[in-house]
């Protein structure tokens, strides 16, 4: 036998094409696997998340925001009797019905309420007038009596399931025009020992 002849020996053939494949079905087999592995585990977390999310203790929202312009001019006198220059003021009131609902298993007490608007120079904020003053302000302001109702009262308990509704009045020391060219609104209800409650108007608001 020449030997240069080489017999074929099926026990020691090898075929690299077959391995490639082996190796191909093998990594794609892993890959497979590691994806719906990695698709388990993160439907696994979402479902536990959304088992075990709290929602905030408080919901709301602003159901209906009034604004009514002051132009003030006085003309003052000082201790002698002699009239000073007039002095002019302007102010813009915001009446906004607001409404609070308690959304988990405590009481949650009523700290604050601001209204936040948003001018040229930066947001302007104003505190809710108190119960005291938010009645002054409709006697001094006759023509808004049609609005004159309860008004939210800080400290109050809002006990678990509990609606709050209320109107409360702020004031800017901004010309009409001014508060024209407001870019934004929106109310802060603050509680105590929880996070502020952010309210936007979804509705137009009515000048008056």
């Given amino acids: 036998m020449s030997l240069l002849h080489v017999q074929n020996d099926p026990a020691h053939d090898f075929d690299a094409s077959s391995e490639g494949e082996d190796l ?13 592995a990695f698709v388990a585990v993160t439907v696994g977390i979402t ?8 929602p905030p203790v408080a919901a709301g929202e602003v159901t209906q925001v009034w604004t009514h312009g002051v132009h003030t001019l006085t003309s003052p006198v000082d201790a002698n009797g002699v009239q000073a220059p007039d002095e002019q003021f302007d102010q ?4 906004a019905q607001i409404r609070v609902r308690n959304q988990s298993k405590d009481p949650i007490v009523l700290k604050d309420m601001l209204t936040n608007a948003t001018f040229e120079d930066g947001i302007h904020s104003s505190y809710a007038a108190t119960a005291l003053d938010y009645d002054r302000i409709f006697i001094a302001y006759p023509e808004l009596k049609s609005l004159h109702g309860k008004t939210l009262i800080r400290e109050t308990v809002v006990a ?3 609606q ?41 608001v009515t000048e008056l």
Avoid at 27 to 32: D, E, N, R, V
């Fill in 24 to 36: 191909a079905k093998g990594s794609s087999y892993l890959l497979w696997t590691t994806l719906v």
């Fill in 47 to 54: 479902l536990f998340l959304m088992a075990n999310r709290v």
């Fill in 92 to 95: 813009v009131l915001v009446l």
């Fill in 160 to 162: 678990p399931g509990q």
């Fill in 164 to 204: 709050l509704d209320g109107t409360i009045i702020s004031s800017f020391h901004v010309s009409k025009a001014q508060w024209a060219a407001h870019k934004d609104l929106n109310f802060s209800i603050q509680f105590k020992y929880h996070p502020d409650l952010i309210l936007t108007p979804q509705g137009p």
